[in-house]
DNA sequence: TTAAAATTAATTGTGTACAATCTATCTGAT
DNA sequence: ATCAGATAGATTGTACACAATTAATTTTAA
């Protein structure tokens, strides 16, 4: 029987970031449930936090999410009371999202979530900050 | 207005390792259709392939994945003619999971998909190495 | 000017993920 | 021997994720 070293799962590059990515939002999970929010609805928040104002398409373009998995989340937002939809009058094409004052004061009961995140994780600094390096860097690589 | 630096998304760990976890499955989805495989599909072939034979309850370790998730894969795959459930004479309880000459032969066609995938990620081999190595530390201090 | 092409969201369909619960089976302590 | 607890999968419900398609609007090029 053939022995194919390099299909065997440790040696992928593609599973541990599979888990890894999985075991990070599980650790939220907690986190997040005080404030109502699943881990893709925390992302759109941080970046709605970031720039107050943001069409759904800049919006899938900082999250690398398409309409499919957008709309559904932001209607969820939406009836949450953290953001508003509505239509821009210069292109009717195009959706605002723009934060309510409920969304905003959503962000300072948030302000401790990475910092207790960061509790959880027992790596290192420098391998933290290594792994953060190169995960960047692999996302600007090898994106589009 | 608060200033949360720490609620950016650049500075989270979280959020790069979600979006490169998306984007690796994104690039074999081309490859992993050529075999009629989605992502999970193909990581519990890689298992299987690795171990011949193995219960429900262990492919779960192996893979980090609950039966919620697995028991909707595995009979997909036993669909699929790759591999066959029964339970075990040992223990009604457990279920036994086998490849079949398909499943086998599947993994030489399947064989030449790491190289594949290695062509499209355009970072030098050291630092796939530390990242590779920094994943597997982060799942061995983090999880459980 | 206007019809074709492009753009933006929404919709549809498939396939995960995972928490919570359920059911069947097994184990162990009395 | 028996029953309380543990264990293994299956099921249910919610929420993504994304490909493919659709619908509405805008842009562009002949």
Redo the contacts with the bound molecule.
């Keep these: 029987m053939a022995n194919y070293e390099q299909l065997r799962l440790r040696n992928q590059l593609c599973f541990p970031l ?1 888990v890894c990515s ?2 990070v ?2 650790k939220y ?1 907690p986190l997040l449930d005080e404030l109502d929010l ?4 925390y992302i759109t928040m941080m970046a709605m936090w970031e720039h107050q104002q943001l ?4 919006l ?1 373009n900082i999250l ?11 209607k ?1 937002l939406e009836k949450k009371g953290f953001v508003e ?1 509505q239509r821009s009058k ?6 605002i999202i723009s934060l309510t004052p409920e969304g905003n004061e959503l962000q300072d009961r948030a302000a401790y979530i990475p910092e207790a995140m960061g509790k959880c994780i027992d790596m290192d600094l420098e391998d933290l900050k290594t792994l953060h390096r190169l995960l960047h860097k692999f996302m600007d690589t090898s994106i589009k």
Tied chains: 1, 2.
């Design positions: 599979y999985k075991e939002v599980r999970k699943t881990y893709t609805q069409s759904a398409k800049e899938g690398y999410l398409d309409s499919g998995t957008l709309t559904p989340v932001l969820t939809r210069d292109d009717e094409r195009s959706l």
